[in-house]
């Protein structure tokens, strides 16, 4: 059974620094992997899906990679502003089943 | 072009009532997934639809139901309400399903409140 782990649960840092997010997940044997943000209240905003075949995507300030061997990925932030304050999740697609969530990474950015 | 769109965003109900939540996926895709969300379980998979037949079942009671119509608009149904089923309840759409179904798009989910 397919499970997501983020590490750290919730992450406090000053604006204009580069951070990094952490998700695992048990088996390697992954179709893909999608890095969520959720804002308060909100549903979740795709930011970012990586293919089992590809080692890292990026969009404008972010950048994902995964290591399935390891079974790991992580979600790099470059130059954090107030704005990023969210809850970050992973998700991981395997087998015949439905996404499989991660509980999330609460990050905090101050002014 | 329009996002998953869930009716109604917010609602409250009391104990033992029926709720029916409604979602409209992305045009043109055709797989609907229904997660609930709490604080202590985070997000858990309920059902999924992928041209009208269901494809997936989390592992939630009878209680809980979904369907899917022609035009691919979902219904989730939650009978007998009990205090516990207070979340947020939300939709996802994507293009195919199974075997990489691909990027998933969220609704901005309704939030059910069980007095």
């Known amino acids: 059974k397919q499970e997501v782990t983020q590490i750290p649960a919730a992450l406090s840092v000053p604006e204009g620094e580069n951070l990094v997010l952490n998700c695992s997940f048990t088996?390697?044997?992954?179709?893909?992997l999608q890095w969520f943000r959720q804002d308060p209240g909100k549903g979740l905003t795709s930011l970012l899906l990586?293919?089992?075949?590809?080692r890292e995507q990026t969009s404008g300030r972010l950048n994902a990679s995964l290591d399935k061997s390891s079974g790991r990925s992580t979600l790099y932030i470059a130059a954090s502003q107030p704005g990023d304050s969210a809850t970050y999740l992973c998700a991981v697609e395997s087998g015949n089943t439905p996404l499989v969530f991660g509980k999330g990474t609460r990050l905090s950015v101050i002014a | 072009k329009a996002g998953v769109t869930q009716t109604p965003r917010y609602l409250i109900k009391t104990r033992g009532q029926q709720v029916t939540l409604s979602c409209s996926p992305i045009?043109?895709?055709?797989?609907v997934s229904w997660y609930q969300q709490t604080p202590g379980q985070g997000l858990q998979f309920l059902f999924e639809y992928f041209s009208e037949t269901q494809r997936n079942k989390g592992n939630f009671p009878g209680r809980f139901s979904g369907r899917q119509f022609s035009n691919s608009r979902s219904e989730m149904n939650v009978s007998t309400l009990e205090l516990g089923d207070s979340a947020l309840y939300l939709c996802?759409?994507?293009?195919?399903?199974?075997?990489?179904?691909?990027?998933?798009?969220f609704g901005e989910g309704s939030r059910l409140t069980v007095l």
């Open positions: 045009s043109g895709h055709r797989s």
């Open positions: 990586i293919q089992s075949s590809q």
């Open positions: 088996d390697s044997a992954i179709y893909n």
């Open positions: 996802a759409s994507s293009w195919t399903s199974g075997s990489g179904t691909g990027e998933l798009f």
